[in-house]
């Protein structure tokens, strides 16, 4: 992997890190929830690629987009998103 490659990596794993308060060690091998080398040679400098991938990481929804921007959200469980819509 090249430096870019493993930046976004690192920037996921920090990032749902941070949203859980917890130690990056302590969160499961980022390849178990995706193909690494699959989102590392989608982030790209070149503006015309507007790509975003989504996917769950230790608990998180985790959206990336070419640019590297990196977005965490707990995932709801079935009971949650039920309750979310009682009225």
Excluded at 28 to 52: E, K, Q
Excluded at 61 to 70: A, G, I, P, Q
């Amino acid at each position: 992997m090249g430096r870019v490659d493993k930046d976004i990596c690192v920037t996921v794993s920090e990032t749902v890190s941070d949203a859980l308060d917890e130690p990056v060690d302590a969160l499961p091998p980022l390849f178990d929830a995706i193909d690494t080398d699959g989102l590392a040679s989608m982030v790209t400098n070149d503006r015309s690629h507007d790509v975003t991938v989504t996917f769950s990481y230790a608990g998180m929804r985790v959206l990336v987009r070419s640019d590297s921007t990196v977005y965490v959200d707990p995932l709801r469980t079935a009971r949650s998103d039920s309750l979310d819509n009682c009225v």
